[in-house]
């Protein structure tokens, strides 16, 4: 498997993990060689998968999946309005290939995280077997609509209120997807009870996100898979496999 080859340096990281925690305990990122371009500090995690929207066209699950791609977060919603065009494709296809999937929502700033809430409810089946929903905060600089940078206290105010909904829906507690420049003008400590996914393609997110653990690690935006048509998000899971396995079961019902 890509990315699948333990290393000295892997083996004290897995060493330092907290047992059945899902999140890495504090570290030395230098001592570990986990500085740097952050694809080859990603080389210490074995569990690795993607994330895909209508941008990366017919996928090929199946070829995916052979190629080392353990789980898929897929674009599902966007505001109150839109779903993406690949999306349900995307849904049924990765299921049937074995790769266990997920789905994600981006977040819109001039509309409520219950509303928001309501059409992702609408829209993306309650699977069981899927993987708990993201809820993507970005700033949207560039939007047509919407480039409002809301208060702390109104982002966590509404995106709680989503996460809320969904939960109480799914039965599982939603992840939050987070790039750095949004933690850290908005979110640094907030949000302690929910598990993060970071966004870091130059180092590892531990020398570049203050006081946050992370479950899930985007460490770059052109990666390679096959199946998929140029260049995809690669993710890593922030455990060992053993880590994932009980993960897996407690929140899909399934090991892999």
């Not at 939050?176 to 949004?182: E, Q, S």
């Not at 302690?192 to 531990?206: E, G, I, Q, T």
Request: proline fraction near 5%.
């Amino acid at each position: 498997m890509r990315f699948g080859r333990f290393t000295r340096a892997s083996g004290l990281l897995a060493a330092l993990m907290i047992a059945g925690g899902c999140t890495t305990a504090r570290l030395d990122t230098q001592e570990l060689g986990l500085t740097g371009f952050a694809a080859e500090a990603a080389h210490h995690y074995p569990i690795h998968g993607v994330d895909v929207s209508k941008y990366q066209g017919s996928i090929d699950w199946v070829s995916a999946r052979a190629d080392g791609t353990a789980f898929a977060f897929l674009k599902a919603t966007e505001g109150g309005d839109r779903v993406d065009d690949r999306f349900m494709d995307n849904w049924v296809a990765a299921r049937a290939a074995g790769v266990p999937r997920g789905a994600y929502h981006f977040w819109y700033h001039c509309r409520s995280g219950e509303s928001q809430a309501d059409w992702f409810i609408r829209n993306v089946p309650r699977d069981p077997a899927a993987l708990p929903p993201v809820i993507d905060i970005e700033w949207t600089p560039f939007s047509p609509t919407c480039t409002k940078r809301p208060s702390r206290e109104d982002i966590v105010k509404e995106v709680m209120a989503m996460s809320d909904k969904l939960e109480a829906w799914y039965g599982k507690r939603p992840i939050l997807y987070v790039p750095i420049d949004v933690h850290r003008e908005r979110l640094v400590g907030a949000f302690p009870n929910h598990k993060f996914w970071l966004r870091a393609v130059r180092d590892h997110p531990k020398n570049v996100y203050e006081d946050r653990d992370f479950l899930f690690w985007q460490y770059t935006e052109s990666g390679t898979v096959a199946g998929i048509k140029g260049p995809v998000d690669r993710n890593a899971f922030s455990g060992t496999r053993e880590d994932w396995q009980r993960w897996m079961g407690a929140h899909t019902g399934a090991g892999s």
